[in-house]
T-cell receptor, first 115, second 115 residues
Framework: AQKITQTQPGMFVQEKEAVTLDCTYD???????LFWYKQPSSGEMIFLIY??????QNATEGRYSLNFQKARKSANLVISASQLGDSAMYFC????????????FGKGTKLSVKP | EPEVTQTPSHQVTQMGQEVILRCVPI?????FYWYRQILGQKVEFLVS????????KSEIFDDQFSVERPDGSNFTLKIRSTKLEDSAMYFC?????????????FGQGTRLTVV
């Protein structure tokens, strides 16, 4: 079974609008971390935001926020006020507490921001 | 800001040859990782390394692969007898620790092309 599922292969959003990228996860660990990374066309992996399984508040970092619904095992990324530079692949990832630190990635969502 | 650096950025090699991909992790980090991303696919964990030994490896990381920390700064991935299907982007990452909340910092990647 997939540990990280991103069901949207591609998304379009109008510049200045908000967009939600979906991510669901599967783990039996009580302690885990959820991450979002951005990969522009140049290829590098850029860390965006982190949510811990015990965090009660949703994480926010500037225009990025993570809509964490633990009971539903979802960790959706919300980007507010989209900019043209937000066009990229976005990967959801999980680190389980019982692992040696490695990240498990989803297949990614390609976001295209339209002017 | 400290960063993970990888060299070369792009390597072309003939099938059957050996390649060494190099990484300089962030200096105070203790945990090092290699990930692979075949074009258009998700990022896959290969191996984690701590205290001069492999701490975890995936099924992909078979006898064809090896990792080494030859000195205090470099972290290398060696791929012996390369195959066409080894063509991918290879990312090195490092982190301070292995616990679930630790951010992994990624290098810019090495694009390996096997011809």
């Amino acid at each position: 079974a997939q540990k990280i599922t991103q069901t949207q292969p591609g998304m379009f959003v109008q510049e200045k609008e908000a967009v939600t990228l979906d991510c669901t996860y599967d783990t039996s660990d009580q302690s885990y971390g959820l991450f979002w990374y951005k990969q522009p066309s140049s290829g590098e992996m850029i860390f965006l935001i982190y949510q811990g399984s015990y965090d009660e508040q949703n994480a926010t970092e500037g225009r990025y926020s993570l809509n964490f619904q633990k009971a539903r095992k979802s960790a959706n990324l919300v980007i507010s006020a989209s900019q043209l530079g937000d066009s990229a692949m976005y990967f959801c990832a999980m680190r389980e507490g019982g692992s040696q630190g490695n990240l498990i990635f989803g297949k990614g969502t390609k976001l295209s921001v339209k002017p | 800001e400290p960063e993970v650096t990888q060299t070369p950025s792009h390597q072309v090699t003939q099938m059957g040859q050996e390649v060494i991909l190099r990484c300089v992790p962030i200096s105070n980090h203790l945990y090092f990782y290699w990930y692979r991303q075949i074009l258009g696919q998700k990022v896959e964990f290969l191996v984690s390394f701590y205290n001069n030994e492999i701490s975890e490896k995936s099924e992909i990381f078979d006898d064809q692969f090896s990792v080494e920390r030859p000195d205090g700064s470099n972290f290398t991935l060696k791929i012996r007898s390369t195959k066409l299907e080894d063509s991918a982007m290879y990312f090195c990452a490092s982190s301070e620790g292995w616990w679930e909340g630790t951010e992994a910092f990624f290098g810019q990647g090495t694009r390996l092309t096997v011809v």
